[in-house]
């Protein structure tokens, strides 16, 4: 449809201003406004003309007579079209609109109303006219239903009467909203079958459909009529011009655009409209030459692969998958295939879409069951595999560079998704052996740069990246199903070493710059080596130094990176995997990785305290605890401020009763002795019987938290002797050692909740049930004793200490005050002659009763004063000896003098001066 209306804006523009009084241009200024109302009063009214009496020729229309009354008729139709050549007023169009309903009854028994009819229909694709700005409000509903009648007047069986129903210009924002309002587009689709053996009538129809469903709103009002499944019908329809398959197709594509894709779909899953479907893909795929019906192929094998999405489409019965999987070999196979015969393929840029569209539904029908053992039959997995090989250089009929490395990518990707599904075909075929060899090239040292152009081909711009991405996440679809016969293959041909070469490839890469293909190869490489070596000790021997030295460099990934974005966590993760797998359970593995301090970088990322981590880490850490090393590494570690790996797992402990909501009290003591390790969620579910079969919530409660985990390593550790712990941390330790008692208490209570709920137990064993409770809650109530103990204890710890430390204070204090008294006695003594000499004769008389009473025999006694002195402080030591005993010297002393001569240093030094 052309359009129906002229945009507001460019109404008036339109408009001659020769016939618009309004827009007359102004006359001269030396002419009198008299002067110009006349004019412009002349001028309207030779374009006026009389008005027509609505109501007359509705009444008109209405009566029905002789020869000379249709005469009438047609003349009072000519006036009203004269009338309104400009343009209808929106308040007249609800007459206008029953004077065309009254000339279509007549046009059954009258051919000579057609023509009036045509005009009155051409005039409504005219601007309407309005008086004021409001009227487009004001008028909104009679104007859509106007517009919507116009939609019914397909019913007048007259070709010109649809064909200018059809053909009128629709760019006015206001009437497209209007058409939108009347529901339109419903109606033009209700009328496809009364041209349903029209074709000109129905490419007009067909046309004025593509240009509404360009809306979204109009889209709505089409699927409710069910467009998609009779526009699909229509494309097996007979048209020499193809005009009937284009419009067709283009309407269908803006359905899916602008409306509920399921819904289109839904509509196309019919087996007559796959049939319609498939039929005209073929005619265009076999006799199809020209560069538009190629075009056309490829837009109708997206509609038929949106169609194949659909489960319930009826794909397989129509015979169209079986077409569609044939087509996507053809090239590959060259196996003759009677649904092709004639078919004739180029290297056009049409013909590479129409590859990499069949190679994408493969991969949809791959997700189809049903589709399986037709995928089997036609040799899906050798055309697949015809692609992994290194590249060659292309010929002169050939594709290019980029288009090969495209398809190859694609092929990859889409044998990804087949290849689980066919295993023996996979085996038979020694894809095995092609991937390995092509993975082998990947690393190679062969002058090949990626183009990189394509979706798969991102990031692998100058590189075998792309390739090597995509061979690997093959190998790992396909070793995911743990297949033995697979895995065995892949090891006899030496996967294990070759995998690891690739992955310390990737990681001198990933240390040049971080990239998200690199973390994703080796997160896939380490996921495979996981499956490969897992419950096998000789595959692990294989594995071990070289693979626990590349762990360990894992293991020691910056925290930071974790939240990058670009697969630094699932990197880590694959890595935890895989020294869960290929590392724990072979003690050479075990002794190497503890040898390089594995067990630290472990415990270094179980400190960082992230939930998702610590899971699988408390794991790793408890099965690694079977080996004897293991509890001695675990005990040397040193966190942050001197932490103990003790001291970290009860930290855990109780972030990780926070999160569930266990009850303590401010000190961390139990709070509820009948529940005492009851989450909120728990205690809020309540106990319903079930069978033996179905483990209750307090089973089930176990492995969804880590407090299992922290248990078992704290018992391989030891509850005793636990360096590094405060009083709080003994107070959880004595929770955490009663956890497995604890927890049978729930489970007891379970038993008794369900057991009352179904039975009512004999005395004997009411008996044995309360006694069981009661020991439960005994445990309770004693493990809290405990830990009022241990906080007593910590409190009567920490008075003490505080006493140490006043005790200390006040000797410091004391030794401050003896320290200040006695330079106040030194300053009295140094300032006062009279105090000088009182402390003198009190030194002098301490110091004498100080001495020994008893009398030394046969000796010499020496006095030690000094005579003269007038200070209190204690001098040096000094002996004054009077004489010599004459047997130590052999002769008596000399009472002679010795002169003191007196040495010139400064005259000496001069005269050597002098002499130099």
């Known amino acids: 449809m052309a359009s129906l209306a002229e945009p507001r804006g460019s109404r008036a523009r339109s408009r001659s201003p020769a016939r618009s009084p309004g827009l007359s241009p102004a006359l001269g200024p030396s002419r009198c406004g008299e002067e110009r109302r006349k004019a412009a009063s002349d001028a309207a009214q030779e374009t006026q003309v009389r008005p027509v009496d609505l109501n007359h020729a509705i009444k008109l229309l209405e009566d029905a007579g002789s020869s000379d009354l249709e005469d009438q008729q047609l003349k009072v139709l000519k006036k009203v079209v004269k009338s309104f050549e400009n343009g209808l007023p929106l308040k007249d169009l609800a007459q206008i609109m029953d004077i065309l309903n009254l000339c279509a009854e007549k046009v059954n028994e009258q051919e000579a109303f057609i023509e009036p009819v045509c005009e009155l229909i051409k005039l409504c694709g005219l601007p309407f006219q309005k008086k004021k700005f409001s009227d487009e409000v004001n008028y909104s509903v009679a104007v859509s239903k106007s517009i919507a009648q116009l939609g019914c007047l397909m019913r007048v069986p007259s070709s010109q009467v649809r064909i200018q129903i059809c053909y009128q210009p629709t760019s006015a924002d206001y009437k497209i909203q209007m058409a939108e309002l009347g529901g339109l587009a419903e109606t033009l689709v209700l009328s496809l079958a009364l041209v349903e053996n029209q074709l000109t009538e129905k490419l007009w129809v067909l046309k004025a459909l593509q240009h509404l469903s360009n809306s979204g709103v109009n889209c709505r009002h089409m699927i409710k009529a069910q467009a998609a499944s009779r526009l699909c019908l229509y494309l097996n329809g007979t048209d020499p011009s193809g005009q009937l398959v284009f419009r067709s197709s283009e309407i269908l594509w803006n359905l899916l655009e602008n409306t509920s894709k399921e819904e289109v779909v839904s509509q196309l899953s019919s087996l007559e409209c796959i049939h319609a479907l498939k039929e005209i893909f073929v005619d265009r795929l076999i006799n199809g030459f ?40 053809f090239t590959e196979v060259k196996i003759p295939n009677p649904l092709l015969e004639g078919l004739k393929l180029t290297y056009s840029y049409e013909d590479f879409e129409m590859k990499k569209l069949l190679f994408n539904i493969i991969g949809i029908f791959s997700k189809d069951p049903h589709a399986v053992q037709l995928l089997s039959e036609n040799d899906v997995m050798p055309a697949l595999l015809y692609y992994v090989k290194p590249h060659k250089k292309p010929g002169f009929h050939d594709w290019s560079a980029a288009q090969y490395e495209e398809l190859q990518l694609h092929a990859i990707a ?102 998200a293909i690199l973390l994703e190869i080796q997160a896939n490489i380490l996921f495979i080596l996981s499956v490969l070596c897992e419950n096998d000790v ?16 894992f293991l020691q990934m910056d925290p930071k990176k974790l939240h990058s974005g670009l697969g630094h966590r699932r990197l880590l993760f694959s890595a935890l995997d895989c020294l869960w797998s290929c590392v724990i359970g072979c003690y050479i593995a075990e002794d190497y990785f503890l040898e390089q301090q594995g067990i630290f970088f472990l415990l270094d990322l179980l400190a960082l305290k992230q939930k998702s981590l610590c899971n699988i880490i408390l794991g790793i850490l408890s099965e690694f605890c079977d080996n004897p090393k293991t509890i001695i590494h675990i005990s040397t570690w040193r966190g942050e401020k001197d932490q103990t790996a003790a001291k970290l797992l009860i930290q855990l402990w109780r972030q990780e009763e926070l999160d569930l909501g266990v009850q303590r009290d401010q000190y961390g003591r139990i709070a509820d002795v009948k529940r005492p390790i009851a989450g909120s969620f728990q205690k809020e579910q309540e106990i319903i019987p079930m069978p033996s079969s179905c483990p209750s919530f307090a089973i089930i409660e176990i492995s969804e938290n880590i407090r299992a985990k922290l248990y078992s390593l704290l018992c391989k550790l030891g509850f005793e002797n636990l360096p590094g712990l405060s009083a709080k941390d003994f107070i959880t330790l004595a929770i955490i050692r009663r956890y497995i008692d604890f927890k049978v208490g729930e489970v007891w209570s379970e038993v008794c909740t369900e057991l009352k709920e179904e039975f009512r137990p004999i005395a004997s064993d009411e008996e044995t049930l309360r006694v069981i409770s009661e020991v439960s809650e005994n445990i309770g109530k004693m493990v809290t004793a405990y830990q009022t103990e241990v906080l007593e204890n910590h409190h009567h710890q920490e008075i003490q200490e505080e006493e140490k430390a006043y005790t200390k204070i006040r000797a410091v204090h004391k030794q401050k005050e003896m320290v200040n008294k006695s330079w106040e006695n030194f300053l009295t003594r140094t300032s006062n002659y009279e105090a000088l000499k009182k402390a003198k004769r009190l030194q002098e008389k301490l110091i004498e009763a100080s001495k020994s009473k008893s009398k030394t025999q046969n000796g010499a006694v020496h006095s030690t004063d000094i005579k003269g002195l007038g200070t209190t402080v204690g001098s040096g030591r000094l002996v004054t000896v009077e004489s010599a005993p004459s047997q130590l010297v052999g002769r008596p002393l000399s009472a002679k003098r010795l002169p003191v001569k007196r040495v010139s240093f400064g005259a000496g030094a001069l005269k050597r001066n002098e002499k130099s």
């Open 538 to 553: 000789h595959r692990k021997e294989l594995f071990s130094y070289e693979g626990v030295h590349l762990l360990i460099s």
């Open 414 to 515: 889409i044998l990804a998704s087949v290849a689980p599904l066919l295993v023996d075909k996979y085996l038979s075929c020694q894809a095995n052996t092609l991937l390995l060899v092509f993975l082998e090239w990947c690393v190679g040292q062969d002058p090949f740069f990626g183009q990189g152009n394509s979706f798969h081909g991102t990031g692998g711009r100058g590189s075998k990246l792309a390739q090597m991405r995509y061979g690997l996440r093959v190998l790992k679809s396909v070793v995911s199903l743990y297949d033995d016969a697979v895995n065995l293959n892949l090891c006899d041909q030496g996967a294990i070493s070759q995998l690891l070469e690739i992955l310390k490839y990737a990681a001198n890469k990933l240390e040049q710059k971080d990239d």
């Open 290 to 329: 020209r560069h538009y019906d190629r075009q056309l192929r490829n837009d109708l094998l997206v509609i038929a692969t949106l169609v194949a999405e659909n489960s319930a489409a009826s794909m397989i019965e129509s015979g169209f998958t079986m077409l569609l999987i044939a087509l996507a070999t």
